[in-house]
């Protein structure tokens, strides 16, 4: 075999080689923004991927430290898989909720406070051994970072319903209220009856959520005019809520014509029964005494003939 062909040989074994190294790269998905309410709590959704291929949670190590910061140095990080490595005022407030050997390195904060805007960017390390010894293989998504959008008071929950109510018919409200923190989701509460309610929790897209409250009951005479409210109670304390004035529309009732009518007839009916009952048996007794009397007659006209 020439050199050439050896060459040429040598040059696809690499590429092979190569191309099965880099199959697997150093990736994160997070979203760039996301809001976050002051005083309660925000979820960031967080995907990644490494060259080592596929590895147990044990074989990694995690952090979320700030852009531009060193993560070995305790003051940079906000979480880390060593907790003596974790910024004083985030101490207790951070937790990865997704498992790293699932490549998902979703991060809770809560007790958000209105300095903790980041930009913060995940990290993540490929470690050896029960003693958790590093290796080189290490990579800090600094491009991929986000930041926190300060909210200091929550959203009003959007009410959704028909344009009047029917008296003594079913009738459905819908409350729903956007968040950003399903580990701790606000709960919606009615002013109303409760027994038939139903909640949902659903993703709407990059860490936003909608819990909604769907209302059903049948409305009577005396919920008209009356205010259906609903209320929003968020992770940390604070509340929102949205009202409307229930219209109820009454069923026309003709009770006031019906029922002396009802009566009316039901009473001419009896005294027509009585009256025929009491004709029928003075008919009678008409021809009782006409009987009596003829035999009173027969009897005279025997003793007149003797």
Request: glycine fraction near 6%; charged fraction near 20%.
């Amino acid at each position: 075999m020439d050199k050439e062909a050896k060459f040429m040989i040598t040059c696809l074994i690499f590429a092979v080689i190569c191309s099965s190294v880099s199959s697997d790269e150093w990736k994160a998905t997070v979203v760039k923004s996301i809001d976050a309410l002051v005083g309660s709590c925000v979820v960031v959704p967080c995907s990644f991927s490494h060259t080592g291929g596929n590895l147990p949670t044990s074989r990694l190590r995690g952090m979320w430290h700030y852009k531009g910061k060193t993560p070995d140095t305790k003051g940079n990080n906000i979480f880390h898989s060593d907790a003596t490595l974790i910024k004083d005022n985030f101490k207790d407030r951070t937790q990865m909720l997704g498992q790293l050997g699932q490549n998902n390195c979703t991060l809770e904060i809560t007790q958000i406070r209105n300095h903790d805007n980041g930009p913060f960017c995940f990290r993540v390390e490929l470690v050896k051994g029960e003693r958790n010894e590093p290796t080189k293989d290490m990579f800090s998504f600094v491009e991929d970072c986000v930041e926190l959008n300060m909210i200091t008071d929550p959203g009003e929950p959007t009410l959704i319903q028909p344009m009047a109510a029917t008296q003594g018919e079913p009738y459905t409200a819908i409350c729903s209220v956007m968040h950003t923190c399903p580990s701790h989701a606000p709960t919606l509460t009615w002013n109303w009856k409760t027994e038939r309610i139903i909640v949902y929790h659903r993703l709407i897209h990059s860490g936003n959520w909608e819990t909604q409250s769907i209302l059903t009951f049948i409305p009577e005479e005396k919920d008209d005019n009356r205010e259906l409210t609903c209320t929003a109670g968020f992770n940390g304390g604070q509340t929102s809520s949205s009202k409307f004035t229930l219209n109820v529309k009454r069923i026309e009732s003709y009770n006031h014509i019906i029922i002396p009518a009802v009566v009316g007839i039901g009473t001419a009916l009896l005294f027509g029964i009585f009256c025929i009952f009491m004709a029928k048996k003075y008919k009678n007794r008409i021809a009782e005494l006409q009987n009596q009397e003829g035999t009173m007659w027969n009897r005279l006209s025997r003793l007149s003939r003797r």
